[in-house]
């Protein structure tokens, strides 16, 4: 589903972000990307959805290079794969419907298609009684939430989740890795990127270990150490 | 797709809504540059229509001096009364009471320059239309009565045209230079606006990126924003436009302030294509903008 190879990402040439990285991720894989802040996670993530080009190496999704892609193709790319972040990025002045609406909107989903699978997405993150509240209202747990919604609505093949749990304390942040392992037994891949040891350790799924840039880990079933 | 046009326009809306002062401002600026852009274009028709009535009727004037006698005047209306047929098509005698009144008209306004003049001080004048209209011929006439007794000058109303003329270019020209400079300031307005309606939606454009909305249904709302801006901008002009060439080309070509101005004005046909250009330039001037805001402060 993901094939990095010799992936080396260079912001400016004396610090590469990402170092000769290579790594194969199956279908339906959850995979852990751990290491400290700067050691190149966010950065493998951003490679995978094409926000970043790598300097040299190559970069498959769903069995295609994403690296030559024309830019009027990424965000058909963007349409397989959906991202969470640490800061939930909802729009402030929509409500949890309407948040979750707007990632059908803006790829032109017809209106009997939007009415139908928000409400089923909410029910699956357990939000169907909130959907009319604004995220302002809500609690952090609850935005993320909100914005795994968001991200799985349109049922991605691949999810991308960077620190999600982040700003969550740890019984939020269990109910929200219940969530995630959820829709990841539902076929979609899952790479996150994570600080949190006491999530990776519970759940034992593959890790991926980052130091300066360079992969030092890849382990199944890995804690973290 | 009706689902997406209402979407997009949905957005539009919104768009223009949050930032409607400066909206407002850029729709202004497009119409008032557009206003005297097409105001340059009117007053250059309408000199051209004016010169080419003129081509076929060229006048001169003799004036007399303020103090001339009864004799030199009858001794000058006995030349043409002699020469009317051959080398004089007509003529017409205004006397001082007559200028006077034409004088008072023209500078109604200016009441102390009224002040200071008086019938006495009119020059009587003889207005000439030669059977030959060839610029030479005119000149060569009208020089004979230059050395007559009484004579002060001998205005050649090809002058006056030629006067009329450059200083109406001179007008044209000015209000040409400032409709396009503002019509370079409007495309900086509208590059302006755009640029901070994608800025204070920065948040939501992130999140189409995200989710992979095209760079298209990203892009239009922005772009229909701009073209809106455009237009109406023109559309406001429009009326300006007719309120000029009313009001400032009409009236002035029937004054009969020497009749000079006969036929300065501008034919329907020509206020019809010169609107359209308007329209076109304002559109032109709204997508240029927009195209150059996207591409430069949309990064998708």
């Given at each position: 589903?993901?094939?990095l190879e010799n992936v080396t990402?260079?912001?400016?040439?004396?610090?590469?972000?990402?170092?000769?990285?290579?790594?194969?991720?199956?279908?339906?894989?959850?995979?852990?990307?751990?290491?400290?802040?700067?050691?190149?996670?966010?950065?493998?993530?951003?490679?995978?959805?094409?926000?970043?080009?790598?300097?040299?190496?190559?970069?498959?999704?769903?069995?295609?290079?994403?690296?030559?892609?024309?830019?009027?193709?990424?965000?058909?790319?963007?349409?397989?794969?959906g991202c969470i972040f640490q800061?939930?990025?909802?729009?402030?002045?929509?409500?949890?419907?309407?948040?979750?609406?707007?990632?059908?909107?803006?790829?032109?989903?017809?209106?009997?298609?939007?009415?139908?699978?928000?409400?089923?997405?909410?029910?699956?993150?357990?939000?169907?009684?909130?959907?009319?509240?604004?995220?302002?209202?809500?609690?952090?747990?609850?935005?993320?939430?909100?914005?795994?919604?968001?991200?799985?609505?349109?049922?991605?093949?691949?999810?991308?989740?960077?620190?999600?749990?982040?700003?969550?304390?740890?019984?939020?942040?269990?109910?929200?890795?219940?969530?995630?392992?959820?829709?990841?037994?539902?076929?979609?891949?899952?790479?996150?990127?994570?600080?949190?040891?006491?999530?990776?350790?519970?759940?034992?799924?593959?890790?991926?270990?980052?130091?300066?840039?360079?992969?030092?880990?890849?382990?199944?079933?890995?804690?973290?150490? | 797709?009706?689902?997406?046009?209402?979407?997009?326009?949905?957005?539009?809306?919104?768009?223009?809504?949050?930032?409607?002062?400066?909206?407002?401002?850029?729709?202004?600026?497009?119409?008032?540059?557009?206003?005297?852009?097409?105001?340059?274009?009117?007053?250059?028709?309408?000199?051209?229509?004016?010169?080419?009535?003129?081509?076929?009727?060229?006048?001169?004037?003799?004036?007399?001096?303020?103090?001339?006698?009864?004799?030199?005047?009858?001794?000058?209306?006995?030349?043409?009364?002699?020469?009317?047929?051959?080398?004089?098509?007509?003529?017409?005698?205004?006397?001082?009471?007559?200028?006077?009144?034409?004088?008072?008209?023209?500078?109604?306004?200016?009441?102390?320059?009224?002040?200071?003049?008086?019938?006495?001080?009119?020059?009587?004048?003889?207005?000439?239309?030669?059977?030959?209209?060839?610029?030479?011929?005119?000149?060569?006439?009208?020089?004979?009565?230059?050395?007559?007794?009484?004579?002060?000058?001998?205005?050649?109303?090809?002058?006056?045209?030629?006067?009329?003329?450059?200083?109406?270019?001179?007008?044209?020209?000015?209000?040409?230079?400032?409709?396009?400079?503002?019509?370079?300031?409007?495309?900086?307005?509208?590059?302006?606006?755009?640029?901070?309606?994608?800025?204070?939606?920065?948040?939501?454009?992130?999140?189409?990126?995200?989710?992979?909305?095209?760079?298209?249904?990203?892009?239009?709302?922005?772009?229909?924003?701009?073209?809106?801006?455009?237009?109406?901008?023109?559309?406001?002009?429009?009326?300006?436009?007719?309120?000029?060439?009313?009001?400032?080309?009409?009236?002035?070509?029937?004054?009969?302030?020497?009749?000079?101005?006969?036929?300065?004005?501008?034919?329907?046909?020509?206020?019809?294509?010169?609107?359209?250009?308007?329209?076109?330039?304002?559109?032109?001037?709204?997508?240029?903008?927009?195209?150059?805001?996207?591409?430069?402060?949309?990064?998708?």
């Open positions: 589903m993901i094939k990402k260079e912001y400016n040439p004396t610090s590469p972000a990402l170092i000769d990285a290579s790594v194969d991720i199956e279908k339906g894989e959850f995979v852990f990307l751990i290491g400290q802040s700067g050691s190149g996670k966010s950065t493998f993530i951003r490679l995978l959805n094409r926000e970043e080009k790598p300097t040299t190496g190559n970069v498959y999704v769903a069995g295609k290079d994403i690296v030559g892609l024309s830019s009027w193709r990424v965000p058909f790319l963007r349409r397989n794969i800061d939930y990025r909802l729009l402030p002045k929509r409500n949890v419907a309407e948040n979750v609406a707007f990632a059908l909107e803006v790829i032109g989903r017809p209106k009997h298609v939007i009415e139908q699978q928000v409400p089923a997405i909410l029910d699956l993150v357990g939000l169907s009684e909130k959907s009319h509240r604004l995220p302002a209202e809500l609690s952090g747990g609850e935005q993320q939430r909100v914005s795994i919604a968001r991200a799985f609505v349109n049922r991605p093949l691949i999810l991308l989740a960077d620190e999600p749990t982040g700003n969550l304390d740890p019984d939020t942040a269990v109910g929200i890795m219940r969530l995630l392992d959820r829709i990841n037994r539902t076929g979609t891949t899952v790479v996150m990127a994570t600080h949190d040891r006491g999530i990776v350790d519970t759940m034992r799924r593959r890790v991926i270990e980052l130091v300066d840039g360079r992969i030092v880990r890849d382990q199944a079933e890995g804690e973290y150490r | 797709m009706i689902q997406k046009i209402r979407f997009l326009l949905a957005e539009t809306g919104q768009n223009i809504w949050r930032n409607l002062a400066l909206t407002l401002a850029s729709i202004i600026v497009v119409g008032v540059s557009l206003s005297l852009f097409g105001s340059s274009q009117l007053v250059a028709r309408g000199v051209d229509n004016a010169t080419r009535r003129w081509e076929g009727g060229i006048e001169f004037v003799v004036f007399m001096r303020a103090d001339a006698e009864q004799s030199q005047l009858d001794a000058i209306e006995a030349v043409l009364d002699e020469s009317t047929g051959n080398e004089i098509d007509s003529w017409v005698f205004v006397d001082k009471a007559q200028t006077f009144d034409e004088f008072k008209e023209y500078f109604a306004g200016d009441q102390e320059l009224l002040d200071t003049i008086s019938v006495d001080t009119m020059p009587p004048s003889f207005r000439i239309r030669p059977t030959d209209p060839n610029a030479g011929a005119v000149e060569a006439l009208g020089s004979t009565f230059e050395a007559k007794p009484g004579v002060r000058t001998v205005v050649f109303a090809t002058e006056v045209i030629r006067e009329i003329q450059s200083n109406a270019e001179k007008i044209s020209r000015a209000t040409l230079w400032a409709g396009v400079t503002l019509l370079f300031a409007s495309t900086i307005m509208i590059l302006t606006t755009l640029s901070i309606a994608i800025a204070s939606r920065r948040n939501e454009i992130e999140i189409m990126k995200l989710v992979g909305a095209s760079n298209w249904f990203i892009r239009i709302p922005f772009m229909i924003e701009g073209m809106i801006q455009g237009v109406i901008g023109a559309l406001i002009a429009l009326p300006g436009l007719a309120i000029v060439r009313t009001y400032l080309i009409e009236d002035f070509s029937k004054s009969d302030v020497l009749r000079l101005l006969e036929g300065f004005r501008v034919t329907d046909a020509e206020f019809l294509f010169i609107s359209l250009g308007v329209l076109g330039i304002g559109t032109l001037v709204a997508t240029i903008g927009s195209i150059f805001a996207v591409s430069r402060y949309l990064d998708v």
